[in-house]
């Protein structure tokens, strides 16, 4: 993982640079890395993916309420599995944000990254203002020995793969779309921390997970899969998503109850893939009939989920 702060190694410069945020590393995303991947292969260059993190929606619009669909580790171990060499991350501050688009090109990716090659989707922009579009890439990279190549979009059911698109469906409850979108189910990683300990005592022990920077789906009950990074075990169960509306205090986390396991997860860092939605959250009258409720909805989740 690079840093476009720090000095790019020397047997990664003139590699192929794919340039894009990548946020969720949808099919449209993919076909920017593969293009560059091929690209780089063919001439016997390093691929590097260039991110952005954090998201300049993020530096201009710190109100927004959180929408990542990815987190950098993530993002890295796709981006590695897609043959990328690495990953090169532009640190998004107020110097970034304020570099002109032809500066971009000329001092970062040619001089700083010592870039051969740029792919990226026909619509993206950059530098200050978003100055810089595919056409300033390809005039002024033609300047300083970088070839410029664009990606078209790609669509699904004559509609184009965004990372709106999947956000929206995830919001929907849409498991199934955003994961064709994705070619892979969403997944929230993050790590096991301590709750009130309400579900060891009413027989459903939950690993509870902040959902930090990401999305927040719809609120609800979800079949999940899963595994623990450090050893690969699987994982399958339901989790509650959402505020626990009937407990007080209300506090949003994701709370993943595994299937025929046993063990201490606290302090493990996990994946959580959302694979199906069952209902949304409700409020029950005490603990008897949300009992009730968690056995049918965990017999439905074992059925889904094979």
């Known amino acids: 993982m690079l840093d476009h ?14 340039l894009g945020n990548f946020d969720g590393f949808h099919l449209g995303h993919q076909a920017v890395v ?9 001439e016997g260059r ?8 954090p998201h300049p929606v993020r530096h201009f619009a710190p109100h927004v309420p959180p929408f990542r669909l990815t987190t950098l580790d993530q993002r890295h171990e796709l981006f590695r599995e897609a043959g990328a060499a690495a990953m090169l991350v532009f640190h998004f501050d107020e110097a970034l944000a304020s570099t002109e688009a032809r500066a971009f090109v000329a001092d ?40 410029t190549r664009q990606v078209g979009p790609v669509k699904i059911d004559e509609q184009v793969v965004s990372s709106s698109r999947i956000r929206d469906a995830l919001k929907a409850g849409d498991c199934a779309l955003a994961e064709r979108l994705l070619t892979r189910p969403f997944a929230i990683r993050g790590e096991v921390i301590h709750g009130d300990k309400r579900g060891r005592t009413i027989g459903y022990p939950t ?3 902040d959902m930090g920077t990401y999305l927040r789906p ?7 899969s899963g595994r623990v990074l450090a050893t690969g075990q699987p994982l399958k169960g ?9 407990f ?6 994701l709370e993943p109850y595994f299937f025929d396991f046993s063990g201490d997860l606290y302090g493990q860092e996990i994946e959580v893939e959302l694979r199906h939605f069952l209902r949304p959250e409700a409020k029950f009258d005490g603990l008897e009939p949300l009992m009730a409720q968690m056995e049918r909805d965990c017999a439905e989740a074992r059925a889904l989920l094979g």
Do not use: S
């Not at 390093?46 to 993190?53: L, R, S």
């Not at 339901?238 to 009937?246: C, D, E, Q």
């Open 34 to 42: 593969a293009e560059a991947v091929d690209w780089a292969r063919a």
């Open 218 to 224: 719809r609120f609800g009950i979800y079949a999940v």
């Open 248 to 253: 007080d205090p209300p506090k949003e986390l």
């Open 238 to 246: 339901a989790a509650n998503l959402g505020v626990r509306p009937t």
């Open 108 to 147: 970062l990716l040619a001089g700083h990254v010592g870039a051969a090659g740029v792919v990226t989707g026909e619509d993206f922009t950059f530098g200050k203002a978003r100055g810089g579009n595919v056409q300033v890439l390809r005039d002024v990279g033609a300047t300083c020995g970088i070839t």
């Open 5 to 18: 702060r720090q000095p790019v190694p020397e047997e990664l410069r003139g590699a192929i640079v794919a």
């Open 46 to 53: 390093p691929a590097i993916v260039a991110t952005f993190d």
């Open 207 to 209: 690993a509870n997970m």
